[in-house]
């Protein structure tokens, strides 16, 4: 336990600004979503541009790919809030057979694929573990623009996975931030949960 705590004060200590701005920006973002201003899309659309020059320097490929889709769904989402912001939200339900068989195939067919393509194209020396945190996230992402409940549930096995990753990694920071979002996503969950019951209650 002591080399433990040892090694995250030495990593800590090793951590540029660089990565303490992305952090918190990132920290920024969600706590402007929880409120839901609208400049949590410019701060997480900063923060995300600066992780993936993080992360590409310490060659998580896949992670840096899926920080280049977060880019483009905050943009969109952005210009979507503006235009819409008045409109009715879509209702939060629970994923049906058709929605949990895609899911796992986002998980799986995409783990496989990014697998042969950092194994085949890249020095990554993490492979399979950059792209099974980086499946589970896009499966995630996917629920979670169809607003079902289950989106939590794919998002925080990603996050369990990439804290040690980060760590590994040497990024300590982002592991830090990454367990702020997995509280968060337990939050989400049971928040979601008891919408989806109402919904469910009331149809």
Known sequence: MHDLVSLFIEQIKETTWVQWLAVALGVAEVLLARVNNIWLYPTGILATALSILLLMEVQLYAESALNVYYVVMSVYGWIHWIKKRDAPSVKVTYSNKNEWMISMAISLGGW???????????????????????ATAWAGMWLLA???????????????FAVPLLFYKKLPMFAVLTVFLFVVACFGYFDWRRKAEKVVRYT
């Open 112 to 134: 496989a694929v990014l697998y042969i393509l950092l194994r085949s194209f890249t020095p990554s020396n993490v492979p399979l573990w950059d792209a099974f945190v980086s």
């Open 146 to 160: 169809r607003r079902k409940v289950e989106n939590w549930v794919f998002l925080n096995i990603s996050n369990l």
